[in-house]
T-cell receptor, first 109, second 116 residues
């Protein structure tokens, strides 16, 4: 499975959009991009995933570049409860998710 | 609907003692995972079950770790004997097998182990 690269930490003001980048330049054609987050002392929580097209659900939007070498997770109106570690994972969909160290997002008032 | 249930939530033991963790997955989920998470790191897969069968246990340290999933529902992860380096959070997750692009794993809250 492709390796992903994420910034170790990011800050965001409450109410503003949080844009979390992920680089997956070696992603193969059958690999999806998944995003999970982990709030302190909890297990990871699924957010969204996509293959080629941009995706949106009630939690976030996922923007994947045309060459699929990078993606951005967008939380449109970040709240304090969005403070968490966000993991970007490239996986072929056979449910063997390999987590990296993720991005620690801090949302401040 | 109940989520993935794990117990105990916290466990403190002395080194060389045995310890066991239990996981009850979401009803109907035939795939079950055990992950290990060290402080400041992402979860690492230990073992994956499809029903009763361990289909991927390549990362499980088999000299001291064992797991079972009798009847394809609940699962137990055991460490015997525990070492100081085993202090970590042990996460259980479950999912539906099926479409390869499902990708959604449901995690429990984890069992935090401290080995003294």
């Amino acid at each position: 499975d492709a390796k992903t690269t994420q910034p170790p930490s990011m800050d965001c003001a409450e109410g503003r959009a949080a844009n979390l980048p992920c680089n997956h330049s070696t992603i193969s054609g059958n690999e999806y991009v998944y995003w999970y987050r982990q709030i302190h002392s909890q297990g990871p929580q699924y957010i969204i995933h996509g293959l080629k097209n941009n995706e949106t659900n009630e939690m976030a939007s996922l923007i994947i570049t045309e060459d699929r070498k990078s993606s951005t997770l967008i939380l449109p109106h970040a709240t304090l409860r969005d403070t968490a570690v966000y993991y970007c994972i490239a996986d072929s969909g056979f449910q063997k998710l390999v987590f990296g160290t993720g991005t620690r997002l801090l949302v401040s008032p | 609907e109940a989520g993935v249930v794990q117990s105990p939530r916290y466990k403190i033991i002395e080194k060389k003692q045995p310890v066991a963790f239990w996981c009850n997955p979401i009803s109907g989920h035939n795939t079950l995972y055990w992950y290990l998470q060290n402080l400041g790191q992402g979860p690492e897969l230990l073992i994956r079950y499809e029903n009763e069968e361990a289909v991927d246990d390549s990362q499980l340290p088999k000299d001291r770790f064992s797991a079972e999933r009798l009847k394809g529902v609940d699962s137990t992860l055991k460490i015997q004997p525990a070492e100081l380096g085993d202090s970590a959070v042990y996460l259980c997750a479950s999912s539906l097998k099926g479409h390869p692009n499902t990708g959604e794993l449901f995690f429990g809250e984890g069992s935090r182990l401290t080995v003294l």
